[in-house]
């Protein structure tokens, strides 16, 4: 079983619509992150956690929020979605010790 | 402002024959550099990563190289094979572990390795 899982693995939505993609993790690991990557732009880190009760702002936040429901789950939300998120999607997650990150299998998003 | 950079954005080389793929950086506070290995629908997989009190890290097929003076880093693949084939990111992060733990993404390079 993988150890970093993202649902869905694709979603075609419409403008205006609230979305939220689902990350699990189970590498026991305390922090957590989501990016997004985008043709030509590399990836780019949208929120990231490194517990239950922390939450931060990456590069690219705005438009989006997260939820970190327990250690294991870190949910991104689009409260209104707008084609210009249609974007790979990626969650993330390492340890306190290392640099590391080690990624889920993303999720495409399309918003039309 | 592309803090980390990989200024080719694709690759081709020979079955059997040297990759070596390139990365800049800006930040002098960077001190732990990673490569990744990306196949298309899935996510990028840890590679091989080199902190900044190393010039050198190999592990088997591939050598992560460091030129802190240059702010220059390389990764070398000797020898290349086609299951090499794949998009290749570098990044960078300001803390090994410890109070940050961000990385910053260059933006890939696509790495054609030919039969």
């Known amino acids: 079983d993988a150890d970093v899982t993202q649902t869905p693995r694709n979603r075609i939505t419409k403008t205006g619509k609230r979305i939220m993609l689902e990350c699990s993790q189970t590498?026991?690991?305390?922090?957590m992150y989501w990016y997004r990557q985008d043709p030509g732009l590399g990836l780019r880190l949208i929120y990231y956690?490194?517990?239950?009760?922390?939450?931060n702002k990456g590069e690219i936040s705005d438009g989006y929020s997260v939820s970190r429901q327990a250690q294991a789950k870190f949910s991104l939300s689009l409260e209104s979605a707008i084609p210009n998120q249609t974007a790979l999607y990626f969650c993330a997650t390492s340890d306190f010790l290392s640099g590391t990150q080690y990624f889920g299998p993303g999720t495409r998003l399309t918003v039309l | 402002d592309q803090q980390v950079k990989q200024n080719s954005p694709s690759l081709s080389v020979q079955e059997g024959r040297i990759s070596i793929l390139n990365c800049d950086y800006t930040n002098s506070m960077f001190d732990y550099f990673l490569w990744y290995k990306k196949y298309p629908a899935e996510g990028p997989t840890f590679l091989i990563s080199?902190?900044?009190?190393?010039d050198k890290n190999e592990d088997g097929r591939f050598t992560v190289f460091l030129n802190k003076s240059a702010k220059h880093l390389s990764l070398h693949i000797v020898p290349s094979q086609p299951g090499d084939s794949a998009v290749y990111f570098c990044?960078?992060?300001?803390?090994?572990?410890?109070?940050?733990?961000?990385?910053?993404f260059g933006t890939g390079t696509l790495l054609a390795v030919q039969p």
């Open positions: 590498k026991g690991h305390d922090r």
């Open positions: 080199i902190s900044s009190i190393k």
């Open positions: 956690s490194f517990d239950v009760k922390d939450i």
């Open positions: 990044a960078a992060s300001p803390n090994y572990g410890g109070a940050t733990n961000k990385l910053i």
